[in-house]
Nanobody, 127 residues
Framework: QVQLVESGGGLVQAGGSLRLSCAASGRTFSINVMGWFRQPPGKEREFVAAISWSPGTTVYADSVKGRFTISRDYAKNTMSLQMNSLKPEDTAVYYC????????????????????WGQGTQVAVSS
């Protein structure tokens, strides 16, 4: 099994930046894809970004493309989400996810594609 722990959430003003991290443990060798989802208050969970563990192919939601950057560190078994130019609508609980499934640029956008989830970390962007 795989365990995921997010960190780095917090409060930030609009236009600011924040970097989230996700640490994976357990059978990390089985992970093929990792991604980030978020759930704004009172709304459904939505896709943010995903990355294949190798070679590092990425996909972004249109709402964050150009502002957020997803990356992974093989040696540390971690994934990061660099969030720049933050907007109030970015306020949400952000979740790290992972799966053993092979990469598919469309399937990675669905929460059902992922097998493992972190506990979430809160990001609040003030106007």
């Amino acid at each position: 099994q795989v365990q995921l722990v997010e960190s780095g959430g917090g409060l930030v003003q609009a236009g600011g930046s924040l970097r989230l991290s996700c640490a994976a443990s357990g059978r990390t060798f089985s992970i093929n894809v990792m991604g980030w989802f978020r759930q704004p208050p009172g709304k459904e969970r939505e896709f943010v970004a995903a990355i294949s563990w190798s070679p590092g192919t990425t996909v972004y939601a249109d709402s964050v493309k150009g502002r957020f950057t997803i990356s992974r560190d093989y040696a540390k078994n971690t994934m990061s989400l660099q969030m720049n130019s933050l907007k109030p609508e970015d306020t949400a609980v952000y979740y790290c996810a992972a799966t053993r499934s092979i990469w598919n640029q469309y399937r990675v956008r669905s929460s059902a594609y992922y097998d493992y989830w972190g506990q979430g970390t809160q990001v609040a962007v003030s106007s």
